[in-house]
């Protein structure tokens, strides 16, 4: 492991999360984006997430220091040249992740295993960007990367069989547990849990509670660590706007149309935590009911 190199495109939340699985698993990984500012503020992401693991005890300054120094931040692509994964975590636009595939293929090894952390675009479509269609594949991560256990693995119909034993055992690698998914819109997690929310949405809008309350009843009746609506704001209602967006082109049913009440709140540029204001109001620091706008 210590001779393999993972190369990590794009360096928001959960690129960076990946990068710092990676390099805890020892793994040498080159964490990329478009902008230096971007590759710093991932940096500065896992850095202080190490730092939390530091306070609680779960590692020492020296673990922490190791894992930083097997990360390298950059903007070019020549230095993922020499990958032996490409982990691919940009937002989710068809267009912006397949230019960014078509860039890598023309530089990096025949051998080079892509693989794309899609939440919901159909991994043989991103596929048919590149020349190596065999080994290309979803290795989709949860958020936070460094605590969520599962990984869904996606073969894409050309994806060969070595390519999938190699993304389980990249996974396994990792301390992940993986599941095998069919290429279907949303795949499995979130094909499920984007019901789960739509019908979240639908309740809020015909009043049967309040965004408050159907986030307590579910976490308290079923178990949830978060509610549907703390769970959008957190992973972000542009994502989950998204997602509902492929599953709605991808299926062609109209039960996965996306909720008016979250088009709005995205086009008002209320995304959630990243942004401040979301299903709550987070502009305090603490989490509170919305008072600005009626749900």
């Not at 390099?23 to 190490?50: C, P, Q, W």
């Not at 390519?163 to 547990?177: G, I, M, N, Y």
């Amino acid at each position: 492991m210590e001779n393999q190199r993972i190369a990590v495109i794009g360096a928001g939340q959960m690129g960076s999360g990946i990068a710092q699985v990676a390099a805890e698993a020892g793994y040498k990984v080159i964490l990329h984006d478009v902008m230096s500012d971007f590759v710093r503020n991932g940096m500065s992401r896992i850095d202080k997430t190490l730092s939390s693991q530091v306070q609680k005890g779960k590692i020492d300054e020296e673990k922490k220091r190791a894992v930083l120094s097997r990360i390298q931040g950059t903007v070019s692509y020549d230095d993922a040249r020499d990958a032996d994964v490409i982990v691919e975590a940009v937002f989710e636009d068809a267009d912006v992740k397949t230019k960014i595939f078509s860039a890598l293929d023309e530089i990096c090894r025949p051998e080079t295993v892509f693989a794309t952390n899609t939440s919901s675009i159909p991994i043989t479509r991103l596929a048919a960007s590149v020349k190596r269609a065999d080994r290309f594949i979803g290795i989709h991560f949860f958020n936070p990367p460094h605590v969520m256990r599962l990984v869904e693995i996606i073969p894409g119909l050309k994806t060969s069989a070595k390519t999938v034993l190699q993304a389980r055992l990249f996974v396994e690698s990792l301390k992940k547990e993986s599941v095998l998914v069919k290429d279907v819109p949303g795949f499995l997690v979130n094909r499920i849990n984007a019901a789960l929310r739509l019908e979240a949405y639908n309740c809020l809008l015909e009043g049967v509670a309040s965004v408050e309350d159907i986030d307590k009843a579910l976490k308290l009746a079923l178990g949830h660590p978060m509610g549907p609506f703390e769970l959008a704001d957190f992973v972000g209602l542009d994502v989950g706007l998204n997602v509902l967006k492929t599953l709605h082109d991808g299926y062609k049913d109209p039960k996965w149309r996306p909720s008016l009440l979250l088009e709005k709140l995205v086009l008002g540029g209320d995304l959630g935590r990243k942004t401040g204001k979301g299903w709550y109001d987070y502009t305090s620091g603490q989490k509170v009911p919305r008072t600005d706008v009626q749900f």
